[in-house]
C-alpha cells in the first residue's frame, strides 16, 4: 500500500492506495506550530483508526504548497513509517509538460491534480481544485499544462466578508434554497456559494473561449461538493480522490524509473 499525503494551508489529507484505488482517506488540520514529533504521533493515531500498518507501507508520496511546514510533515512521516517520503518537486518525474514561465512555481497539488486528470479524462481538461484556494489548472488538447487560475476559497471569502463588515457574522457555509434571500444569514450563505458558483461559471467560460472549443472539467477538494451542484454548468465531473491517484501515478513512475 502507498500512503499519499497532500499538505494545504488549511488541512492535510492522508490516503492510502493500492492498484491506483484509494481503500481510506483521513484529514486533519494544518498547524504550523507542530513539531514532526507530533504530527507523527497524530498521523499514527488517524492510520489506526484506519486499520493501516505503517511498517507494511511499499512508499510515501507527499504534495505540498506550504514550504515552511513541507521539512517538518517530511520527517514526521519518516518517523512513523521508517521510509523517506518522496515530494512532488524538482527532480520528481511527473510526465507533466509544464508550459509555464516557471515550471518550478506549480504547486504539487497542481501537478498531482493534472496528472491524473490527463490519465483518466479526455483532453483538454480543467480541474478545480477548491481548497483554501480555488486552483484551475489547465491541459490543452496537446498534453500540455498551459496554466491556471489562482481564486480566493470558500473560506477566504467568508472570513474576508466578516472581518470587514460589522453587521455581519459567521455562518454555516451551506448553500440556500435561493438566491434571492430575505434574511442576512442566508443572504451571505448565497453570496459565500452561489458567488463561488458563478465564478467558477465564468472562469470556465472564459477558459474554454480561449482554448478555442470545449474541454473536461473535474473538480475535487473538500468544498466542491457544496458549490459545484450550485453552477449553471452541469458537466462537471466531481472526483474527491483525483490528487491522491494523482500521487500514485506519480510515484509508480518514479519507482519504473
Not at 494545504?8 to 484505488?21: C, H, M, P
Not at 507530533?38 to 508520496?61: F, H, V
Not at 486552483?135 to 473560506?155: E, F, K, M, N, S
Not at 455562518?171 to 434571500?181: F, N, T
Request: hydrophobic content about 45%; overall charge negative.
Amino acid at each position: 500500500m502507498l500512503l499519499t499525503v497532500d499538505l494545504s494551508n488549511s488541512r492535510i489529507t492522508l490516503a492510502g492506495l493500492e492498484d491506483g484505488a484509494v481503500r481510506f482517506s483521513c484529514q486533519m488540520a494544518t498547524v504550523k506550530t507542530r513539531t514532526a514529533d507530533e504530527y507523527a504521533a497524530l498521523m499514527q493515531l488517524l492510520l489506526t483508526r484506519q486499520g493501516a500498518d505503517c511498517a507494511a507501507l511499499d512508499g510515501c508520496i507527499l504534495a505540498s504548497v506550504v514550504p515552511e511546514l513541507t521539512l517538518v510533515l517530511r520527517q514526521g512521516l519518516e518517523l512513523l513509517t521508517g521510509i523517506a517520503p518522496m515530494v512532488v518537486g524538482p527532480g520528481v518525474k511527473t510526465g507533466l509538460n509544464i508550459r509555464l514561465d516557471d515550471p518550478s512555481e506549480l504547486g504539487g497539488d497542481f501537478v498531482a491534480a493534472a496528472v491524473a486528470a490527463q490519465a483518466d479524462y479526455p483532453l483538454p481538461v480543467i480541474t478545480v481544485d477548491m481548497d483554501t484556494a480555488i486552483g484551475l489548472g489547465v491541459t490543452d488538447g496537446q498534453g500540455r499544462y498551459i496554466g491556471g487560475v489562482i481564486a480566493p476559497g470558500v473560506l477566504a471569502s467568508a472570513a474576508a466578508l466578516t472581518s470587514r463588515a460589522s453587521l455581519l457574522h459567521n455562518v454555516v457555509l451551506k448553500a440556500p434554497s435561493h438566491i434571492i434571500c430575505k434574511n442576512t444569514d442566508e443572504s451571505m450563505r448565497s453570496g459565500i456559494i452561489y458567488g463561488a458558483a458563478a465564478m467558477l461559471d465564468g472562469l470556465l467560460a472564459g477558459m474554454e473561449e480561449e482554448l478555442g472549443g470545449p474541454a473536461t472539467v473535474v473538480a475535487t477538494g473538500v468544498w466542491a461538493p457544496a458549490v459545484i451542484p450550485c453552477c449553471r454548468r452541469k458537466d462537471i465531473h466531481l472526483d474527491g480522490d483525483l490528487i491522491h491517484r494523482g500521487l500514485w501515478l506519480i510515484w509508480k513512475k518514479n519507482q519504473k524509473s
